[in-house]
């Protein structure tokens, strides 16, 4: 279908053009460049609070929020604060600093499953370190994750079910050698069965089994509180370690994360985006007694050069604090659920096969009604009709993230009439293509 474009986007298109020349699709990162919507990615000039501006002069109120990290929105005073005077005493010194031990010291003290933490750089490092730690504290080789959850781009972890009925995978991505891709298994989510199964024939060779507790990269695939609990008594039962990808759900459901929301403890946790307050970040962190394996206390080594990086740390600080404040997050779980509950009735008024679902802060627009628990039962023209939903809220001044598979954030800086434009413009949308969503 034709769209109609009402914002001027000549400066971002000019720039995509010459970013094109220099990056792999013109970007850093590859949902970024809007393949799964239309038109050039908007580059985008500065945020405050629920604000981003692009170059064009173009605002939007962003739901994105740099895909996770923003949870007090753009810019927040404090972290902007803390940033500037760290950075007036330096970048990097390669030494341990103060910022590291309170932010340990924070940390640790408010979240019931962390003893011991590292920081690293990303997600990404976060989560292999683990992986690697899991590896070297239990002696065993092979790792299982689920069907459905991203845990950035390690190779392991690039990993898709292959077919049989034990998975061991098939990697996900060229460059990932089928040696290491196989020796992941793939399973699905919910699937008790399947693994119990698994975990009765394999226990001997398996070192860890890693989740997202929230999953949160394929839609929003929340699972039963008894299916977690159920995965600690597995993995207690086999002497394998369990591993909580909190990457994205740590310190956005709760400060202690999906296991404190769900009251389930992991050995291991890896986080990420929130922990850094909108700065490159990544850690993990959990038992004491598996932390004290990684070098220099044990064998596993690990490393960074801008690991704990002190500005990065100053403004995890600057954030933690923050969402430490009593009643942040019932708030914020409010005006979530006042969002999902208006577009619900829309949908509902306007008999579209659309609903709005959250959990806490993190929300999800589908393209089907009742509850999912795997990726593939998400409905398969999705992608199609998110993309109307897209270019269309671009049209209304509405950010989200360009794909139909990325869930949206709500802020503490949007306000209630924030809220309200946005269920305004979905109302607009909904009126208009009713056909297309039915
Ligand atoms: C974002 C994310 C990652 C990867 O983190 P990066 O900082 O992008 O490397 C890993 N796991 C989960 C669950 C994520 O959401």
């Known amino acids: ?19 094109k020349k220099l990056f792999p699709g013109g970007v850093n990162s590859p949902v970024r460049a809007f393949k799964s919507v239309s038109g050039a990615p908007l580059f985008i000039k500065k945020g405050n609070g629920s604000r981003i501006w692009d170059e064009d002069g173009n605002v939007f109120i962003d739901f994105c929020g740099s895909w996770g990290p923003l949870i ?12 500037i005077k760290a950075v007036r005493n330096g970048t990097s010194f390669g030494t341990p600093t103060k910022y590291g031990v309170e932010i340990g010291e924070l940390i640790a003290s408010n979240h019931r499953y962390i ?12 989560v292999m370190s683990a992986i690697r730690l899991a590896r070297g504290f239990t002696g065993k080789d092979k790792i299982i994750k689920f069907e459905g959850c ?8 690039m990993v898709k079910a292959g077919s049989g009925l034990v998975t061991f995978g098939t990697s996900s991505s060229a460059g990932v050698t089928r040696s290491v891709a196989g020796d992941t298994i793939v399973v699905s989510l919910n699937d008790l069965h399947g693994l119990t199964t698994l975990l009765e024939s394999h226990h001997q060779e398996i070192a860890c089994l890693i989740i997202e507790p929230v999953p949160a990269n394929n839609g929003l695939l929340w699972q039963d509180q008894n299916f977690l609990a159920w995965l600690r008594k597995l993995c207690d039962q086999y002497g394998v370690l369990l591993i909580f990808d909190e990457v994205i759900s740590g310190f956005r459901v709760g400060f202690e994360g999906a296991a404190g929301y769900y009251s389930v403890a992991p050995d291991l946790i890896t986080f990420g985006k929130i922990i850094g307050g909108g700065m490159p970040v990544g850690a993990y962190g959990g038992r004491a007694d598996i932390m004290s394996m990684v070098a220099p206390d044990g064998p596993v080594y690990q490393a960074g050069t801008l690991s704990g990086n002190p500005v990065t740390l100053a403004a995890g600080i600057a954030a933690l604090k923050q969402l430490l404040v009593p009643g942040f997050y019932e708030s914020l779980n409010e005006k979530t659920a006042y969002l999902v509950s208006a577009l619900n009735r829309i949908f509902l008024a306007k008999n579209v096969d659309m609903e709005a679902i959250h959990l806490g802060s993190i929300f999800w627009l589908k393209f089907s009604r009742g509850r ?5 039962q998400i409905s398969s023209t999705s992608s199609q009709k998110f993309k ?3 270019h ?4 209304r001044g509405i950010y989200l993230g360009p794909s139909s598979y990325e869930v949206g954030f709500v802020s503490n800086s949007h306000t209630r009439q924030d809220l309200d434009v946005f269920i305004h413009a979905i109302d607009e949308i909904v009126n208009d293509f009713q056909s297309h969503f039915q």
């Open 1 to 19: 279908m034709e769209f109609i474009n009402h914002i001027p986007r000549t400066k971002s298109e000019k720039l995509f053009k010459r970013a």
């Open 72 to 83: 007090l929105g753009h810019n927040n005073e404090e972290i902007q604060k803390a940033v």
């Open 115 to 126: 003893e011991k933490m590292r920081f690293v750089s990303s997600g990404t490092e976060a």
């Open 150 to 157: 991203y845990h950035g781009h390690v190779d392991s972890l």
């Open 372 to 376: 999912i628990f795997t990726a593939d």
């Open 388 to 390: 109307i939903i897209h």
């Open 392 to 395: 269309e809220l671009l049209q």
